[in-house]
């Protein structure tokens, strides 16, 4: 954090500069519940476009309803504020631009598993009507459940700003398709043509469009109909799924579907399947970056973040702690020509290379960060380095605006002393406070809302917007019919305590689900299992037995149904 970073915005408290790039910065952050976020807070000169406000508002709604594997959700956001700004679930890990500069390009299994789980990703995201418009390497996040994509859909925000009429440029030229590159309008197939180049890249460090500066190489996909790019060096393996994403007609290219579908077969394993798929220099980054983030940075007496070299400051090689011993079997290390990482937490460089490296180049990947106008945000705790300009290192794509972000605002907390990256993470145990406790969340009546207080447990019907604080959820039919979670609402695979905690952490839901989405058979139904860390730092876990209809009749009538649950609590101590 430098003097000119602000340290508090719409109640969050703000704990360091994370990434940096077109259309603002990202800064870590915890929700009142404890969980990190990656908080985007959107520069000035967008800010003041009420056009780009406006726009900004809707892309955000419509990311925050995609729902899928491999995305990273909104969680809450504002554009009503002095900046614009919107909050993500933070993901401890590696963007794949820095793994590819870092350790070079992927063995091809791996890089099948990679473009099969993004495919999935863009489904779903195409799926609730969004298009990303610039997908590339650095925005797909290596983490520890695999890849996950990242700022979807945001690029389209400032496409009617005044900077982009006087001639500015959204989009990252050397990842764009060939109807991007011309300025024509782009649909899902903009996309694949988009994940095309990114296997090439990850498999061979090699572009299919060649090594030039990035408008070079964005003239050269907008001439694709008339000089496609050159396939017959790339591996006989990976050419029929760069021929199927790269063609100029987008009506011709693969579907996401499809080419999960070709992937999966082509990896010969479930796409599922993330054990030992990365290279074990790189999953030793990863897993190093997911044990720093259980603990926040310290702060100083003054309430400031402090900066060190467990927190990815940039030292002086020689000046900061021993990096942890190569494991057994480590990966290549990048090739002569990609910058090597000044922090010394970088994982090693082995001691016997599984063969000759080859080249990357890096150029090519950063060519277009002092360009592009869309930040990638990326999740990790690390501030980025100087030569990171462009791109930004935190995590993902939420309450409304005004009142109900105000009620979503996280509470202060204290810090930890700072972490030694190489200790072991202290293990979490879950003490049951109290188990499958009924509680039954009625449907309000029109002009009406009912406040929920998890750790009680105790319902507040009639309630008004912001009235009672360290809330977990609001059911409400005022301006829009809804159910609002207050802190990150997650869907767990099962009933233990870890289960709960992990789809708190990295399922989350969006932070209001509309009436149509609530019916029996919606996003909610019966049979689904909700955890949330709530206001007080509990773990809470909510069973729906059953999903009725409402009891409310009259003018006062509405179509939000009744919820039967379970309730358990869990005390979470770290």
């Known amino acids: 954090m430098g003097p000119q970073d602000p340290r508090e915005t719409a109640g969050y408290r703000l704990l360091a500069r994370i990434g940096e790039g077109g259309m603002g910065t990202v800064y870590l952050s915890h929700t009142r519940g404890g969980q990190a976020v990656a908080l985007k807070l959107i520069r000035q000169e967008f800010g003041d476009d009420p056009e780009f406000r406006r726009r900004f508002e809707q892309e955000v709604q419509a990311a925050r309803r995609v729902q899928g594997y491999h995305l990273v959700p909104v969680v809450d956001h504002d554009t009503s504020g002095p900046l614009p700004w919107l909050a993500s679930v933070y993901v401890p890990g590696v963007p794949l631009q820095d793994a590819l500069e870092t350790f070079g390009p992927l063995p091809l299994p791996a890089v099948f598993q990679l473009v099969g789980c993004t495919a999935q990703a863009l489904a779903a995201i195409h799926a609730a009507g969004v298009v990303h418009r610039d997908l590339k390497p650095g925005n797909i996040l290596l983490g520890p459940a695999g890849p996950c994509v990242i700022d979807f859909g945001i690029a389209r925000a400032a496409d009617a700003t005044q900077l982009t009429r006087s001639g500015g440029l959204i989009g990252t030229p050397q990842f764009m398709s060939p109807e991007h590159a011309l300025g024509d309008s782009v649909g899902p197939a903009t996309d694949v043509f988009s994940l095309g180049l990114i296997a090439a890249l990850a498999a061979t460090g090699r572009h299919p469009y060649g090594s030039g500066g990035a408008i070079t190489i964005a003239a050269q996909i907008a001439n694709t109909s008339h000089r496609p790019p050159q396939l017959g060096d790339y591996p006989d393996a990976l050419r029929p799924l760069l021929e199927r994403c790269l063609t100029a007609d987008p009506q011709d290219r693969i579907t996401p579907a499809e080419l999960a ?298 179509e939000l149904p009744d919820f039967v649950t379970k309730l358990t609590l869990w005390k979470i101590d770290e």
């Open 261 to 558: 579908q070709m992937c999966e077969q082509a990896a010969g394993r479930s796409l599922r399947d993330f054990g030992d798929w990365l290279p074990p220099a790189l999953t030793a980054e990863i897993s190093r970056r997911e044990q720093a983030s259980r603990q926040p940075p310290p702060t100083t007496d003054q309430g400031t973040t402090a900066t060190g070299p467990s927190w990815g400051a940039t030292v002086p090689p020689g000046t900061g702690p021993a990096a942890p011993p190569a494991p057994s079997g480590a990966w290549t290390p990048a090739p002569p020509g990609i910058a090597p990482r000044t922090d010394t937490t970088a994982p090693p460089a082995p001691t016997q290379p599984a063969g000759p490296a080859r080249g990357f180049p890096r150029a090519l990947l950063m060519a277009g960060a002092a360009i592009t106008l869309v930040i990638a945000v990326t999740a990790t705790w690390f501030i980025s380095r100087p030569d990171d300009e462009g791109t930004d290192t935190s995590a993902g794509p939420g309450t409304t605006a005004g009142a109900d972000s105000a009620s979503a605002s996280p509470k202060e907390s204290g810090s930890g002393g700072q972490e030694e990256s190489a200790a072991p993470a202290a293990e979490t145990t879950y003490t049951e406070v109290f188990a499958g406790k009924p509680l039954t969340i009625r449907a309000p009546a029109y002009g009406t809302g009912t406040h929920v207080d998890l750790d009680a447990p105790k319902l507040f019907p009639n309630g008004r917007i912001g009235e009672i604080e360290d809330l977990e959820m609001t059911y409400q039919d005022w301006s829009n019919d809804d159910l609002q979670f207050l802190t990150p609402m997650g869907r767990s695979a099962g009933t233990d305590p870890q289960q709960c905690r992990d789809g708190a952490d990295t399922d989350t839901l969006p932070s209001s689900i509309l009436s149509e989405d609530l019916k029996d058979g919606g996003i909610i139904s019966k049979g689904t299992v909700l955890c949330t860390v709530t206001a007080e730092g509990n773990l809470a876990m909510l069973e729906i037995t059953d999903v009725l209809p409402n009891s409310v009749k009259g003018d006062l009538a509405n």
